[in-house]
Every structure is written in structure tokens, then in C-alpha cells.
């Protein structure tokens, strides 16, 4: 099992940056593949990307390939998401979500609002 936190949410200018993290406790964080989502009122929760357990692949949706890019470090136990020219479209609360044979942990999410 493992409880993910996410931290590094707030309010931003459209066309600047943000960068969030998701720190993993419990001992098993490097066997997780992890993901990052949003869900913004009234919408259903979206896949915005995830990598692998080793960090060495990741993937994205198309509606933020080329913008936001996830990174992971195993040692910290944590995946970061980095997002550069935010838009008011990306205003969500966001999470991570740790996943393995089944098996599914969420964090409590951090907002994000990007000002036009």
C-alpha cells in the first residue's frame, strides 16, 4: 500500500509555469507505475500522462503533450509534474494516482488556477 500527497498547486498567470509533486509513504513506491489527472467542475476526471516504475518511459494525453512533462525519483519517492503555458483550460484540481497489479491509490488532489 501506499499514501501519495500532492503539493505545489496554486494560482498562476495564463502563459506561466507550475510545477507539482506527489510524494509516495510506504516502502514500495518504486514498484508503482504512477499517473497524474485532473478534474475540473462539472467534468470527468482526465489521464494527463504517466510513467513507468523506473521513470525511464512516460506518456502523455495530446491535450497537454508538449507542455507538461512528468518526471519521477524513486529515491524520493516522487513524481512531479511540470506544466509550462498554463492556460485558464487547465484550472483543475490535480492528482496523482499510484497503480500496481490491480491495485489503485489516489492522493487528496491540489488545485490549480491559472488566471487569464
Known amino acids: 500500500q501506499v499514501q501519495l500527497v500532492e503539493s505545489g498547486g496554486g494560482l498562476v498567470q495564463a502563459g506561466g509555469s507550475l510545477s507539482l509533486s506527489c510524494v509516495g509513504f510506504?516502502?514500495?513506491?518504486?514498484?508503482?507505475?504512477m499517473g497524474w489527472f485532473r478534474q475540473a467542475p462539472g467534468k470527468e476526471r482526465e489521464f494527463l500522462g504517466a510513467?513507468?516504475?523506473?521513470?525511464?518511459?512516460?506518456y502523455y494525453a495530446d491535450s497537454v503533450k508538449g507542455r507538461f512533462t512528468i518526471s519521477r525519483d524513486n529515491a524520493k519517492k516522487t513524481v512531479y509534474l511540470q506544466m509550462n503555458s498554463l492556460k485558464p483550460e487547465d484550472t483543475a484540481v490535480y492528482y496523482c494516482?499510484?497503480?500496481?497489479?490491480?491495485?489503485?491509490?489516489w492522493g487528496q488532489g491540489t488545485q490549480v488556477t491559472v488566471s487569464s
Open positions: 510513467t513507468i516504475k523506473s521513470g525511464s518511459s512516460t
Open positions: 494516482k499510484a497503480a500496481r497489479l490491480g491495485n489503485e491509490y
Open positions: 510506504g516502502r514500495t513506491f518504486s514498484t508503482y507505475a
